[in-house]
């Protein structure tokens, strides 16, 4: 008997005990090591996602681990091999897949949402969706690979090239990976994000940050472009003031690339993108390149994912880590330890 950490309702988490059959033909069964908690695990926490989510659900989807079993007919995998997961089941006949764009199969399967996810500490996923990890590379940190590849597939949607002024509005996990990748892209990057805390961490990242509370940020941006204003935003924050302020620093036909899940539509400056011809672009998930792409920035690196690690819990208190999430404050990633059961680990305890 294993573990799992269950969704029943809005606000209302428990740790079960959880059988997991053996793994069918096409399938590995693996041992999450490590688990984050990101933005759309709290927007099912909040109960925002239930016309989506069967209750009760095991979430998760950004996870490190190993494989312990693996299921008839797969190959090229055995056990303890160091993987992640890349979360989507697509039906391969949809037009968005036949279009090439699986990962946004209009009858998408991301596991963790729509199926069970990875906190648990056994887990039976399709083999076509395991990433392999290098053996270097510690499994804490590369928890942080999954929102990796959400940055780097953003920062290619947005389409940033070298010498690029580019404004990425939110501080959280998510934009400062944005930040980070669009920087190896050689671009020029700005991060706006009102939490000091978090703006010391992109400080301490190498990354230049401002406080839209203290700072005009347009006229920043302006004074930082010569008055051109900015090539690419990036909107991150998932707030109506975010959203007017990656409007307001784009220059002539300026990219804003929409990250952040709005719950509720917003009004748009739609004047503003007549004038200077801007485009908006979304960008959701991602497919395998960026995946492998994320694996080499963490691993080399480029992506310093152990400053993002704000502190990892074990899985029986998974519950509390949402609602410590929730509270907001001096918390940037908080990693779920699926192999320790009862005992908290200290930042930089774990391998």
């Known amino acids: 008997m294993t573990l799992a950490v269950r969704y029943l309702a809005a606000r209302t988490l428990d740790t079960a005990p ?17 688990v ?13 996602m239930d016309a989506r989510v069967a209750a009760p659900a095991v979430l998760g989807h950004e996870m490190s681990g190993r ?7 797969v190959e090229g ?9 890349m979360p989507l089941r697509w039906d391969g006949t949809c037009p968005a897949c036949r279009a090439g764009h699986r990962h946004i199969c209009q009858y998408l399967d991301f596991l963790g949402i729509d199926s069970p996810g990875a906190l648990q500490q056994r887990w039976n996923v399709p083999a076509a969706a395991l990433v392999r990890l290098p053996d270097s590379l510690p499994l804490d940190r590369a928890a942080l690979v999954e929102p990796t590849a959400v940055a780097v597939h953003d920062v290619a949607r947005a389409g940033v090239r070298t010498g690029e002024k580019v404004v990425v509005v939110g501080g959280g996990p998510v934009g ?12 020029e990057v700005r991060v706006v994000e009102p939490s000091a805390h978090r703006r010391l961490l992109a400080e301490e990242s190498g990354l230049t940050a401002w406080d839209p509370a203290a700072d005009d940020v347009p006229a920043l941006v302006r004074r930082w472009t010569g008055d051109a204003g900015a090539d690419v935003a990036f909107e991150v924050s998932g707030a109506a003031p975010g959203v007017d302020t990656a409007v307001d620093v784009l220059g002539a036909r300026g990219r804003l690339c929409l990250v952040a899940i709005h719950p509720r539509p917003r009004e748009v400056n ?10 908006l672009v979304g960008a959701r998930l991602y497919d395998r ?14 992506v ?5 690690i704000s502190k990892v819990v074990p899985l029986i208190e998974a519950p509390a880590a949402f609602e410590a999430l929730e509270g907001g404050g001096d918390v940037m990633k908080i990693l779920v330890d699926c192999t320790a059961a009862d005992t908290v680990n200290a930042r930089g305890a774990v391998a």
């Open 18 to 34: 959880a059988e997991t059959p053996e793994p069918g033909p096409g399938e590995v069964q693996l041992a999450p090591a490590y």
């Open 36 to 48: 984050g908690i990101c933005g759309t695990d709290l927007h099912i926490f909040h109960g925002d």
């Open 67 to 73: 494989v312990v079993r693996v299921g008839p007919d």
């Open 77 to 85: 995998w055995r056990p303890g091999d160091p993987v992640t997961v």
């Open 176 to 187: 400062v990976l944005i930040a980070l990748v669009a920087r190896a892209a050689g671009a």
């Open 270 to 279: 739609l004047h503003r993108f007549f004038w200077r011809e801007l485009t």
């Open 289 to 302: 390149s960026d995946f492998e792409r994320a694996v080499a920035l963490v691993a080399d690196g480029t």
């Open 304 to 308: 310093p994912a152990e400053r993002l």
